[in-house]
């Protein structure tokens, strides 16, 4: 009985999604010369921002970068999709050199992935550091 259930088990679980290969080409592009949204910073200039790009993957191959949803004086928004569960996230990317708003934004949601495990917004906080880039993913509340 014990080995029919292990193998139950193993047809419910799915391995993760390969990433996928975005087109190169069958596209307008944009003349790198030409600057967008928060390349026309200072601190962009000086690299600061972290260089993301579409398709990009992160955290241990977990986060593939589909597209930017904002960006700020701090960080950029990108979602992305979980390989691992097929869900999706945003990642916010903080600043190479993050200043004490970056730190205490850190601070907050470490403290609320250590609270209360059995809170209903608990499992969406997640945080990783790289480097000297540090990511918050924010599961996405509803599949897309």
């Not at 960080?75 to 990317?93: E, P």
Request: one cysteine or more; glycine letters at 8%; hydrophobic letters at 35%.
């Amino acid at each position: 009985m014990a080995s029919l259930l292990k193998w139950s088990r193993g047809l419910l679980s799915r391995s993760p999604l390969p990433p996928l290969r975005f087109p190169a080409t069958g596209f307008e592009t944009i003349s790198k010369t030409e600057l967008l949204e928060e390349e026309n910073y200072q601190e962009s200039k000086t690299g600061s921002y972290c260089a993301v790009e579409i398709g990009d993957v992160y955290a241990s191959n977990k986060y593939q970068i589909l597209g930017k949803l904002g960006f700020g004086s701090t960080s950029t928004v990108w979602l992305a999709r979980n390989l691992h569960d097929r869900g999706y996230a945003a990642l916010k990317i903080f600043k190479r050199d993050y200043d004490d708003t970056c730190k205490n934004e850190l601070r907050i949601h470490d403290s609320i992935e250590k609270a209360n495990p059995s809170h209903p917004g608990h499992g969406h906080i997640r945080t990783a550091a790289a480097g000297k880039i540090f990511c918050i993913a924010i599961q996405a509340a509803v599949s897309l």
